[in-house]
């Protein structure tokens, strides 16, 4: 049978010594499970994140992903609307083949005979995409609508600047010396000197 004393010894020895150990104790529990429920948010955020990431690739059409190409920055975003009236498109499908494809494409359209084309075709579909759109984009910059939206890439300097020191980084303007496709290449003009060059002379200028 223990004694007083060794009774009195386990008692000291079980009991905890200061108040933070009592503390410690009994909040340890509490935390763990605290910070594992945050890495669960955190996680469950990142994972929803990353699914409105890949919501808004799959939902880009093809005019923003076009325009925002490197190379592309003389480009503006055309109206669909603009784009789905047959009458500003009058003479084009005689000048674009695979016209209706390339129409297709650019409208985000899913044509039922796309699964016939050959790999081949449909990049030469993808290029008659481009091809067909730089020739309405020169129709749509002559309306309202196109000028404004010129206008504000101007503004922003998406043309670049002229490099000439004179005249202090002005913005400039793209120019097309003939309204025949690939008959002359898109040039520089500064409205400041009033000089036109060539587009890889101004194309250290771009911001």
């Known amino acids: 049978m223990a004694s007083r004393e060794n009774m009195k010894d386990i008692a000291t020895a079980t009991k905890p010594s200061s108040r933070?150990?009592?503390?410690?104790?009994?909040?340890?529990?509490?935390?763990?499970?605290?910070?594992?429920?945050?890495?669960?948010?955190?996680?469950?955020?990142?994972?929803?994140?990353?699914?409105?990431?890949?919501?808004?690739?799959?939902?880009?059409?093809?005019?923003?992903?076009?325009?925002?190409?490197?190379?592309?920055?003389?480009?503006?975003?055309?109206?669909?609307?603009?784009?789905?009236?047959?009458?500003?498109?009058?003479?084009?499908?005689?000048?674009?083949?695979?016209?209706?494809?390339?129409?297709?494409?650019?409208?985000?359209?899913?044509?039922?005979?796309?699964?016939?084309?050959?790999?081949?075709?449909?990049?030469?579909?993808?290029?008659?995409?481009?091809?067909?759109?730089?020739?309405?984009?020169?129709r749509y910059i002559l309306t309202s609508r196109g000028m404004v939206a010129m206008l504000e890439k101007y503004k922003q300097c998406h043309f670049g600047r002229c490099p000439r020191v004179y005249c202090n980084n002005h913005p400039c303007l793209p120019v097309g010396a003939s309204d025949v496709f690939r008959t002359a290449t898109v040039k520089i003009f500064c409205p400041k000197c009033e000089e036109s060059m060539p587009e890889s002379t101004n194309s250290a200028k771009f911001p």
């Open 20 to 138: 933070n150990e009592i503390a410690l104790d009994e909040t340890a529990d509490a935390r763990f499970p605290a910070k594992t429920k945050y890495l669960d948010q955190e996680t469950e955020s990142s994972e929803a994140s990353s699914d409105d990431s890949s919501a808004d690739e799959e939902e880009q059409s093809w005019i923003s992903w076009f325009c925002s190409l490197k190379g592309n920055e003389f480009f503006c975003e055309v109206d669909e609307e603009y784009i789905q009236d047959d009458f500003n498109l009058s003479g084009l499908s005689s000048m674009v083949p695979y016209y209706d494809y390339a129409l297709d494409l650019i409208l985000d359209v899913e044509s039922p005979n796309d699964d016939m084309l050959t790999e081949q075709q449909h990049e030469l579909v993808e290029s008659a995409a481009e091809m067909l759109y730089g020739l309405i984009h020169a």
